[in-house]
T-cell receptor, first 116, second 114 residues
Framework: AQKVTQAQTEISVVEKEDVTLDCVYE???????LFWYKQPPSGELVFLIR??????QNEISGRYSWNFQKSTSSFNFTITASQVVDSAVYFC?????????????FGQGTRLTINP | DTEVTQTPKHLVMGMTNKKSLKCEQH?????MYWYKQKAKKPPELMFV???????INESVPSRFSPECPNSSLLNLHLHALQPEDSALYLC?????????????FGSGTRLTVV
């Protein structure tokens, strides 16, 4: 079965520190997609990145970077020089196909607090 | 317009009330979704619509009734809810069903059942 594990329930760091959020997944599929979403206190889920299973290239977007390692089934997310505005709950998610539709299977989320 | 708009943002309803949640998008997306998120939990899929037809119902109780009147609008009708139904209800859309482009989510409706 599809499963996503975010072992870190809560992380608290001081502003400007680097922080890495871990994500480990299990899937029966050879083709799949992984996502990261940010959920600030306002509630909306903000899309951060999508990665397909054939693209293991790491990605950097500003202060954000993602490390996809198929060999260890991990898709970790690093924030460099963290800022207070990065405080949110972060969800890693895996695509699952049911009845021809895409369903997102979410991890339990990591609550990140950046202290000034 | 790259947003999914949900109304109302907050709703308090009694167990005998009937209310509706509304979701709207104008991105031309043909798949729309309802997710339910309990406090400190991840979102869980409830319904999937594709081209205005219900594709998936994840064994949701009949007191939740979805409706897709047109390609831009998705409603969730609520009737005889229980206090345990209190949650954040998120609407999302994607270009097509199964395209794996990821969803665009709305900001949700925080529902409290009293």
């Amino acid at each position: 079965a599809q499963k996503v594990t975010q072992a870190q329930t809560e992380i608290s760091v001081v502003e400007k520190e680097d922080v890495t959020l871990d994500c480990v997944y299990e899937t029966r599929d050879t083709t799949y997609y992984l996502f990261w979403y940010k959920q600030p206190p306002s509630g909306e889920l903000v899309f951060l990145i999508r990665r397909n299973s054939f693209d293991e290239q790491n990605e950097i977007s500003g202060r954000y970077s993602w490390n996809f390692q198929k060999s260890t089934s991990s898709f970790n997310f690093t924030i460099t020089a963290s800022q207070v505005v990065d405080s949110a709950v972060y969800f890693c998610a895996l695509s699952d196909r049911i009845q021809g539709a895409q369903k997102l299977v979410f991890g339990q989320g990591t609550r990140l607090t950046i202290n000034p | 317009d790259t947003e999914v708009t949900q109304t109302p943002k907050h709703l308090v309803m009694g167990m005998t009330n009937k209310k509706s949640l509304k979701c709207e998008q104008h991105m031309g997306h043909r798949a729309m979704y309802w997710y339910k998120q309990k406090a400190k939990k991840p979102p869980e899929l409830m319904f999937v619509y594709s081209y205005e037809k219900l594709s998936i119902n994840e064994s949701v109780p009949s007191r939740f009734s979805p409706e897709c009147p047109n390609s831009s609008l998705l409603n969730l009708h609520l009737h005889a809810l229980q206090p345990e139904d209190s949650a954040l209800y998120l609407c999302a859309s994607s270009q097509e069903l199964g395209t794996n482009y990821g969803y665009t989510f709305g900001s949700g409706t925080r529902l409290t059942v009293v």
